[in-house]
């Protein structure tokens, strides 16, 4: 498998990027949080295109710290899968009953809050099965700061948005963060290295679509806190979600 890999990346040198067919704004709006893949691998090609979209964010004084391990279908691979997957489902398992995820709205089989328990589920139950796992790190060149992640996270959207414009989809979580430890050993991370989170990928199940956010005017302000621009309006058709903090009750008094 790895001289087969290698050869098709020999390959790939003169290659052109694959073309897409998602306008830019289009794959924005409408990169969903994917959790479940086809079982299918994902093409090096594909791999190649979106993670060179990923290396083409921007960073503090373009130092590019940011830094991606992938991980397909190798031994490594493979138990970082098993290791993530049990953090994951414990940290699922703490937060479905923490949040009452099976009371109020959840104990009715079609509401939004029980489907999101159900895919959830699904997908911490079947982790090991993910057809990509990518670790975004950032090598740390100075003590940590609170403004550190503006110089890999970007580059974390970069690869959703990518990964969305070939038909593919993709999360990111935070599950790697219960089992740092064990990860750094199996992988070789080094101490000044920090892994800032779990992407994966896959063809997926379902389909992407317009994502739902809180309206324009609840998140975007003009001239003082708390008050909404004016141009703030949202497009004709948009859906909406109440999900994440309620507004603020204070406003601005005139």
């Not at 098709?8 to 990169?31: N, Y």
């Not at 979209?53 to 991606?68: H, K, L, M």
């Not at 503006?150 to 969305?164: D, F, G, H, I, M």
Request: glycine share 10%; charged share 25%; proline share 10%.
């Amino acid at each position: 498998m790895c001289s087969d890999r290698s050869a098709e990346a020999h390959d790939l040198s003169a290659v052109p990027l694959p073309p897409d067919t998602v306008g830019l704004l289009e794959g924005l709006t409408t990169t969903r949080a994917i959790r479940r893949y086809r079982d299918e691998p994902v093409p090096d090609e594909a791999l190649r295109a979106i993670l060179f979209a990923a290396t083409r964010a921007p960073s503090g004084s373009n130092r590019q710290p940011f830094r991606f391990l992938v991980l397909t279908d190798g031994p490594n691979a493979q138990a970082a899968k098993k290791i993530i997957g049990a953090g994951a489902r414990r940290i699922w398992g703490g937060k479905r009953t923490a949040d009452q995820y099976e009371q109020g709205s959840g104990a009715v089989a079609d509401s939004p809050k029980a489907r999101m328990a159900r895919t959830m589920q699904e997908f911490v139950d079947a982790f090991e099965r993910v057809p990509v796992l990518i670790l975004p790190c950032l090598v740390r060149y100075r003590d940590p700061m609170p403004s550190e992640g503006a110089s890999v996270y970007p580059a974390c959207q970069n690869l959703l948005v990518a990964t969305r414009a070939l038909g593919y989809g993709g999360v990111f979580t935070g599950f790697n963060f219960a089992v740092d430890a064990e990860l750094r050993e199996l992988l070789g991370v080094p101490d000044n290295v920090f892994i800032a989170g779990t992407i994966t990928l896959g063809r997926p199940v379902g389909r992407q679509g317009p994502v739902r956010r809180r309206p324009m005017p609840e998140l975007v302000y003009g001239e003082r806190w708390d008050e909404p621009a004016p141009w703030a309006i949202d497009p004709p058709g948009t859906a909406f979600t109440s999900a994440g903090p309620p507004r603020s009750a204070t406003r601005h008094e005139e």
